[in-house]
Every structure is written in structure tokens, then in C-alpha cells.
């Protein structure tokens, strides 16, 4: 009995094999499969009613499996800082797979230490220690964690319209009710005040008040820029106030705003910062929070009160360091400026062309919002742009912004090519609707 049991559970199992047949394969499986065994959301997805299925991706480009090429806009909500598959990060993740894999937790782990020095040389001020985790939610748990810890004191006071996860800790900062209240009672302690507004928050501490939580930009709130000043005044009101605080760079961080560190912007060194998504180099999963040597204390009498089994994995951290040594190499921060400047300029020439459908453009380096005056209009331009090869996304908490957050790498080409495809959606968009004349009656009798 037990070996034919064996037999129809092997023989019910899907195979795999390895290779561009196999991937075309599952390609064509794909929809059906993601349907009944993922959620059944996916037929409605844009991708999934185009049945178009990500193939292959290179650069600034991913296509589907039709040949379908995609300029990509939206950079995997900000994983593909280098670009997709940047021939220096594969090159690092392959040699490693030749070494360690997946480090067997008791001998000391050199990638992650390596990882970790580097990061410490970059990181802005006198951040020094790393913990790496395999996620921005993570990072975030991690950091909201170390600060409870550091100081003894439990309140957490974030923003409303934030976005920093969606575990239960990471949920309690995240500044949304639609995300939030399905999952309520959440963790005590914490407060949202508006963002951008110093005198609300300042009204927010108390005694009880463990760190400030911030985004430097908020991502999912809309791609909203806050008040010059507005961090560097936060950074010396919660040094008067003996606050932690917490920046969330998993969005902002590693050049996408023109900076390695959008904090940098204003010369803010924050207690603790967030790391994720575009640190493993669109090759592989690594987040990470960082502190200062005082912060860090803390967790010294014991070191693993905090811990992850796959945390700073050596394949992880091979394509993290490989990652780094890209943006220093090839000034990718910089670049992201002088593109995101250019960006920014062509699209408020649209956005003065067509005053009726945009009502904002905002941002800094390439993370940039983009909102139109109503969310039918955002959701139809969108469409409409996935038809034509552009690939962008909606705001989690802005209904009528699409972020447009492309690879680093991006040309001023690139950027026209995407501008001119807009612009044509948006001339069709407005256009007056065709209207047919009606012939008017005429009575029998009556004809001229």
C-alpha cells in the first residue's frame, strides 16, 4: 500500500525540466495555473486577460511570451535599479553557486560580513552594523523591533498614507485603514500624523515614544515629496525629544532619487535605516536594517533574539555586493538625477498640454508620480499604455497616480519613447467624441 501510494503521488506531480522548452511550456500553463492555484484575481489582471507571460527580460526590457517587448517603467516597484539581469550581478550569483549556496548557520558567513562593510562604508553618517533579512517588510519588523528594544519605550509614530509592509508590525506603522483595519486588532502603540507637517508630530511624542517612522518620499502614498527642511527639522526634533528614528529607504534607497540615500538630500543621518528591493539587483531577494555601534548595543547580550534562516544568505549577499559596486561604478545615482530631471521636465510639458487630464507631476530622481485628475482616466492610460509597451503601475494609496520608476539605466531615448506614446494616448483621450448628426423628421406631405 505505502509503495502505491508513492507511485500516484509522483505520478500526479507536474515534472520539471530545465531549459527554454520547459519554460515555454509552463508559459502556456501559466493563466490556468495561477488561476486555480494562486488566486483567481489573475484573470482579471491586465497581463492575465492579454494571456502576456514575463519570458524574458534584459536591461531597461522585458518581454512576453508572445515577443511582445515591454519598455519598462515600472522597475518591479523599484527592484531593478541596475536593470534587469546586469551582466555583473549573474556573473557574481553563478560563481557563487560554484562555492556555498545557503550557509549552514553555525560557521561564520564571510559574504554577509563582506556585504556588511561595504554597506557601512556607503550608509550615510555612523551607520555602521547590518541585519539582513529577505524583505522590505522584514527590514521594517526588524527596525521597529531594535528601537523598542534600544530604548525600553513601545510607541511608534508613523505617517498617514505611509506604506511599509504588511506583517503585523509593519501593518501597525503602514497609514491606511483599507490595508489595516481587515486585520485589526493590530499592535498597540502606534500613531499616524500627516506627513510633511512638523508640528503635528511634534504634538505626537510622548514620553512612551520609542521612534519616528518615515519614508523620505512616500512610495505607495502617491510618490509625495515632503517640505524642504521637513526631514532635517524631524531629525532635530526627535534628537531634542531623545526619539529614534527610523528611515524607510526600501523604496528611496540605492540611487533611485538621485542619491544613494535619499536622506542624503538633506544631510539627515537617521538611527536606523530600512533597505530592500533593489539591493539584491533584481537577481535575487535581500533586504536589511542598519544602526549605529549605540543603537546596536541592544542587541549584543543577545545576539539572536532577532534572526532569519535565509537571511544574508551567501548567493543573496554575492548579488547585494555585486549590486553596489554597479551603482559606484557606474554613477547610477547621478544618472538617475540628470534622467529623472529630463523625465520630469517632459512630462510637465504634457502635463501643460493637457491641464484637463494631469493634475500633477512630482517626484525626485526616477521615482515619480504621476496623477490625473480622476482614477477612470489613470486606469484607461494605463491600459492603454501596457497595449503600447509601457509598462507602469498604480499607487497603492493614491487611486489616480501611476508611479513611473524605471531602471537607472534608462536613455534620454527610452524616456522620449515613453513621453511620445503618452502623448498620444492622451491626444486620443481628449478628443471630442464623434457625434452623429440626427436628420431631422419630416412630415408626409411636408417633403421640400
Not at 120 to 149: H, M, W
Not at 273 to 299: E, H, Q, R
Not at 313 to 339: F, K, Q, W
Request: proline letters at 4%; one cysteine or more; aromatic letters at 6%.
Amino acid at each position: 500500500m505505502a509503495v502505491y501510494k508513492r507511485r500516484v503521488q509522483t505520478s500526479r506531480l507536474p515534472k520539471t525540466t530545465y531549459g527554454a522548452e520547459h519554460y515555454e511550456n509552463i508559459a502556456a500553463n501559466c493563466l490556468a495555473n495561477s488561476i486555480k492555484h494562486l488566486n483567481a484575481a489573475y484573470a482579471k489582471k491586465l497581463a492575465g486577460a492579454e494571456g502576456a507571460v514575463e519570458f524574458r527580460d534584459q536591461g531597461v526590457f522585458t518581454y512576453d511570451n508572445h515577443g511582445k517587448r515591454y519598455l519598462d517603467c515600472l522597475g518591479g516597484y523599484g527592484i531593478f535599479n541596475v536593470g534587469h539581469r546586469h551582466p555583473r550581478v549573474i556573473e557574481a550569483v553563478k560563481a557563487q553557486l560554484d562555492q556555498v549556496c545557503l550557509h549552514s548557520q553555525d560557521l561564520l558567513n564571510p559574504w554577509a560580513a563582506h556585504l556588511a562593510s561595504q554597506l557601512a562604508a556607503l550608509a550615510p553618517g555612523d551607520i555602521q552594523y547590518s541585519f539582513f533579512c529577505n524583505s522590505g517588510t522584514e527590514a521594517v519588523e526588524g527596525a521597529i523591533k531594535l528601537a523598542r528594544l534600544a530604548t525600553g519605550k513601545t510607541e511608534i509614530i508613523s505617517t498617514k498614507n505611509a506604506y511599509h509592509g504588511v506583517s503585523m508590525g509593519a501593518l501597525s506603522a503602514t497609514g491606511r485603514d483599507c490595508f489595516r483595519k481587515p486585520f485589526e486588532p493590530l499592535l498597540n502603540g502606534f500613531k499616524h500624523v500627516p506627513f510633511g507637517d512638523i508640528q503635528a508630530l511634534e504634538a505626537a511624542i510622548t514620553k512612551d515614544t520609542a521612534a519616528v517612522i518615515l519614508e523620505p518620499i512616500q512610495g505607495e502614498g502617491g510618490i509625495n515629496v515632503p517640505p524642504v527642511g521637513y526631514l532635517r527639522k524631524v531629525r532635530q526634533l526627535t534628537k531634542k525629544k531623545k526619539v529614534l528614528l527610523i528611515l524607510d529607504e526600501v523604496q528611496t534607497g540605492l540611487g533611485r532619487t538621485g542619491r544613494m540615500f535619499a536622506c542624503e538630500h538633506e544631510s539627515v543621518v537617521p538611527d536606523i535605516i530600512c533597505l530592500a528591493k533593489a539591493l539584491g539587483g533584481g537577481v535575487m531577494p535581500i533586504g536589511a536594517f542598519m544602526s549605529t555601534k549605540k543603537v546596536w548595543k541592544a542587541l549584543e547580550p543577545n545576539p539572536t533574539i532577532h534572526n532569519s534562516t535565509f537571511g544574508g544568505n551567501p548567493l543573496a549577499c554575492a548579488a547585494a555586493s555585486a549590486t553596489l559596486e554597479v551603482l559606484t561604478d557606474e554613477h547610477l545615482p547621478a544618472r538617475s538625477a540628470v534622467m529623472g530631471n529630463y523625465f520630469m521636465r517632459k512630462l510637465n510639458e504634457i502635463k501643460a498640454k493637457y491641464p484637463k487630464l494631469i493634475a500633477d507631476v512630482r517626484g525626485r530622481g526616477l521615482l515619480i508620480g504621476l496623477e490625473f485628475q480622476t482614477k477612470e482616466v489613470r486606469e484607461a492610460v494605463q491600459a492603454e499604455l501596457f497595449y503600447r509597451g509601457v509598462l507602469v503601475a498604480g499607487t497603492l494609496n493614491s487611486n489616480r497616480t501611476v508611479r513611473i520608476e524605471p531602471p537607472l539605466i534608462i536613455t534620454e531615448s527610452q524616456i522620449n519613447f515613453m513621453i511620445e506614446t503618452l502623448d498620444g494616448i492622451l491626444a486620443e483621450t481628449a478628443a471630442p467624441k464623434a457625434t452623429v448628426k440626427k436628420t431631422k423628421k419630416v412630415k408626409a406631405g411636408k417633403r421640400k
